[in-house]
């Protein structure tokens, strides 16, 4: 081979590697923006749920005044315990949707290192071929 060739190759195998690397690029902003959105929906329905805990405490509190119970003793335990799963619930499904969230991140990272050692892959391979063809006699 001449070193016109090797330089083709060379070429050749940098713009097949330069679009393998555009494509992990794509993927790993693909599964930034999944996380970015799993986060997002978790925190609303983690409000979501706080607010269903605060309706439902409401409407207990009404029950309990309606019915001329003073919210004392078993009553307010009630209340205090409702508000904790409330909490625990919201807290919870954040947790959950970080831990989701933390999958796409991982992916994404993995779609950049691909891409990253692709590149050196393919430098150090066209530096093999030039060394070769440097060496022969």
Do not use: H
């Not at 409401?58 to 904790?84: D, I």
Request: charged share 25%; net charge positive.
């Amino acid at each position: 081979m001449c070193g016109t060739e090797v330089a083709i190759m060379a070429v050749g195998t940098m713009i097949s590697s330069y679009a393998a690397v555009q494509q992990n690029k794509a993927m790993a902003s693909q599964y930034d923006r999944q996380a970015e959105s799993v986060r997002q929906r978790a925190a609303v329905e983690s409000e979501r749920l706080r607010r269903k805990a605060q309706k439902e405490l409401a409407r207990q509190r009404v029950r309990y005044a309606t019915s001329g119970v003073q919210l004392s003793g078993s009553p307010t335990e009630v209340q205090v315990n409702l508000a904790k799963e409330g909490e625990l619930d919201a807290r919870l499904n954040n947790w959950d949707g970080n831990q989701r969230a933390g999958q796409f991140n991982l992916s994404a990272y993995k779609e950049r290192a691909a891409g990253t050692n692709l590149l050196l892959n393919s430098a150090v391979k066209i530096g093999q071929e030039s060394a070769a063809e440097l060496l022969k006699p």
